[in-house]
């Protein structure tokens, strides 16, 4: 059975930073290309980052320079470090399979990212 347990968001302010984690039994160690998703209140939900099981990364454009995305097979996580961050980036933050087209219907709970001073 998929599991995906993101944890890590909070509130910070303007400028400050974040670790987001995820937790994917089977899923990251099976080498699959893993992404981190966001969905903000009345918006669809977007990938921001991807990893691939070798550790090529892509960033959506208006995360570049701030945000890293990292994993760690043998623990099963990924990651997605923070900085600079910016009340737009306030969301919802998921992970999952990456592309978007080959995510499971299933998704976690998420983790909850709110950027206000």
């Known amino acids: 059975q998929v599991q995906l347990v993101e944890s890590g968001g909070g509130l910070v302010q303007p400028g400050g930073s974040l670790r987001l984690s995820c937790a994917a039994s089977?899923?990251?160690?099976?080498?699959?290309?893993m992404g981190w998703y966001r969905q903000a209140p009345g918006k669809q939900r977007e990938l921001v980052a991807s990893?691939?099981?070798?550790?090529?990364?892509n960033y959506l454009d208006s995360v570049k320079g701030r945000f890293t995305i990292s994993r760690d097979n043998a623990k099963s996580t990924v990651y997605l470090q923070m900085n600079s961050l910016k009340p737009e980036d306030t969301a919802v933050y998921y992970c999952?399979?990456?592309?978007?087209?080959?995510?499971?219907?299933?998704w976690g709970q998420g983790t909850q990212v709110t950027v206000s001073s």
């Open positions: 990893i691939t099981s070798g550790g090529s990364t």
């Open positions: 089977r899923i990251i160690s099976s080498g699959y290309t």
């Open positions: 999952n399979k990456s592309p978007p087209r080959y995510a499971y219907s299933y």
